[in-house]
Every structure is written in structure tokens, then in C-alpha cells.
């Protein structure tokens, strides 16, 4: 069973053209969503973590929400560098020394 | 060092034929972690050290896989005969914390192909 479902699983975006990413997650008893960006032959960095339902973080043109059962990522007026792959995860709520990641979302901003 | 570092960052191997992959974490980490990323997959957990607390080897998909880590610091993941399903990327991360809740600092990977 799925924990963690990103879509969509890829994007694109005109420059400027604002949209959002969603992470949807079936695990109980939350403690923690995190997201990350990875861009190709990298690890995946470190972007946010949101711990209960109506939390709000932003990082520049990054704004990550949080409801009971999902999550968003925000993009406001993207410019091309900020093409990457997004991935979130979710701390598994049997070991917390597990995360369970999703497949990501692969976002391609055109100038 | 500044980042956490994996070598090699690519390796081909032949089917059956052992490889070790390291981790350089960043000084002072505590945490380290290991995770395998398949094409097209989300990175899937494989065994966690803190401290000097036995790992927690949960995620290991076989016996073929093991690892360790030396004075709390560089860790070394060994996957004796190798299967083509093997071939991924391998990625490290560290923590200052126990439990990464503010986050992993990733290394870039080892890519693995068995051929």
C-alpha cells in the first residue's frame, strides 16, 4: 500500500506561471511531512518540514501547506531554475527512523 | 567536510561479484542513513545508525546487504552478489539529530549497475 502519492508526476510551467504540487498520504498519526528538491545526479535537499494541519512554511517562491491529508507545494511565478524534481516524504508511524518517499514530481519551468 | 560524501559515484559491476559503496558524513552528524533510489521510484529506506546504538537494519531487502559504520563516522554498505535488480542509486544522508526531523543532508549517490 502506497503511503506517499505526488502528482502530478511531471510539469510544466511557462515562466511565471504559478501552480502547485500535491503530495497525498494514507499514514496515521502524522508526526512530520517533509519536502525536498533534487535536481539530476544530486541527492535530494532539504526544503521544509510541516508537523499539523494548517501549517504554512515558505522559502522565496516556495510556499508548502499541510492538511490532514495532504500536502502542497506552491510555486509562485517560477523562474527556470527552479526545474527540479520535488519529492515529499512522511515519517512512518511504526519506526521514526523511516521516512517513506514519494515518486516525486519532475517540474520543468521554460523560460 | 562540507557535505556529505559518497564514492565512487558511479560503479558498474558484473552479476554475483561483491561491491562496497562509502559514506562520508558530515563531522558531527550522528545520524546516517542509507536509502536506495530505483528509476522512476521514491527512495526506499534501507538501515539507520545513531550513535553508537545498534542500527536499525529494518529496511535491508536481503542478507546480501549489510553495512557498517566505523568510529561513528564513515559507513560502508556491502552488497555481496550482486543481482541485476540491484542497480540503483544509493544514497547517504546524515542528521544532527537523532530521527532527521529537521531534515537529512543527502549525499549525491553511488549509482550501481549490475551487468
Known amino acids: 500500500e502506497d503511503q506517499v502519492t505526488q502528482s502530478p508526476e511531471a510539469l510544466r510551467l511557462q515562466e511565471g506561471e504559478s501552480s502547485s504540487l500535491n503530495c497525498s498520504y494514507t499514514?496515521?498519526?502524522?508526526?512530520?511531512l517533509f519536502w525536498y528538491r533534487q535536481d539530476p545526479g544530486k541527492g535530494p535537499e532539504f526544503l521544509f518540514t510541516?508537523?499539523?494541519a494548517g501549517e504554512e512554511k515558505e522559502k522565496e517562491r516556495l510556499k508548502a501547506t499541510l492538511t490532514k491529508k495532504e500536502s502542497f507545494l506552491h510555486i509562485t511565478a517560477p523562474k527556470p531554475e527552479d526545474s527540479a524534481t520535488y519529492l515529499c516524504?512522511?515519517?512512518?508511524?511504526?519506526?521514526?527512523?523511516?521516512?517513506?518517499f514519494g515518486s516525486g514530481t519532475k517540474l520543468n519551468v521554460k523560460p | 567536510g562540507a557535505g556529505v560524501s559518497q564514492s565512487p559515484s558511479n560503479k558498474v559491476t558484473e552479476k554475483g561479484k561483491d561491491v562496497e559503496l562509502r559514506c562520508d558524513p558530515i563531522?558531527?552528524?550522528?545520524?546516517l542513513y542509507w536509502y536506495r533510489q530505483s528509476l522512476g521510484q521514491g527512495l526506499e529506506f534501507l538501515i539507520y545508525?545513531?550513535?553508537?546504538?545498534?542500527?536499525?537494519k529494518s529496511g535491508l531487502p536481503s542478507d546480501r546487504f549489510s553495512a557498517e559504520r566505523t568510529g561513528g563516522s564513515v559507513s560502508t554498505l556491502t552488497i555481496q552478489r550482486t543481482q541485476q535488480e540491484d542497480s540503483a542509486v544509493y544514497l547517504c544522508?546524515?542528521?544532527?539529530?537523532?530521527?532527521?526531523?529537521?531534515?537529512?543532508?543527502f549525499g549525491s549517490g553511488t549509482r550501481l549497475t549490475v551487468v
Open positions: 544522508a546524515s542528521s544532527l539529530g537523532p530521527q532527521g526531523n529537521r531534515g537529512y543532508t
Open positions: 545508525f545513531q550513535g553508537n546504538s545498534a542500527p536499525d
Open positions: 516524504a512522511v515519517q512512518a508511524p511504526d519506526n521514526f527512523n523511516k521516512f517513506y
Open positions: 510541516l508537523y499539523s
Open positions: 563531522s558531527g552528524h550522528t545520524a
Open positions: 499514514v496515521s498519526g502524522l508526526r512530520g
